[in-house]
Nanobody
Framework: VQLVESGGGLVQPGGSLRLSCEASGFTFSSDDMRWVRQAPGKGLETVAVINPPGVNTYYRDSVKGRFTISRDNAKNMVYLQMNNLRPEDTAVYYC????????RGQGTQVTVSS
């Protein structure tokens, strides 16, 4: 399993970023995919989950209405569109296969600061 995240960076509050995750080494279209994040000094928390066909999604309350998870099974890609970013969204974001403790990539840093 290989997961490679990209798209992080420094953005001002209210700004947007789009994270991407390229997956390989498994049957991508058969697995839930999720984005989790880890803020400095805190544990991992699930941000969003999408089921294999991309029909059903889950978001943690703090990102509902601001973040959108999507996937392209033809390209083995999963995305996280993040709008109206807040300083408390600052974290390393990871793409994860399956459950919260599943394989994940190296992560991409998102910093929201003025």
């Amino acid at each position: 399993v290989q997961l490679v995240e990209s798209g992080g960076g420094l953005v001002q509050p209210g700004g947007s970023l789009r994270l991407s995750c390229e997956a390989s080494g498994f049957t991508f279209s058969s697995d839930d995919m999720r984005w989790v994040r880890q803020a400095p000094g805190k544990g991992l928390e699930t941000v969003a989950v999408i089921n294999p066909p991309g029909v059903n999604t889950y978001y943690r309350d703090s990102v509902k209405g601001r973040f959108t998870i999507s996937r392209d099974n033809a390209k083995n890609m999963v995305y996280l569109q993040m709008n109206n970013l807040r300083p408390e969204d600052t974290a390393v974001y990871y793409c994860v296969k399956g459950g919260a403790s599943g394989p994940r990539g190296q992560g991409t840093q998102v910093t929201v600061s003025s």
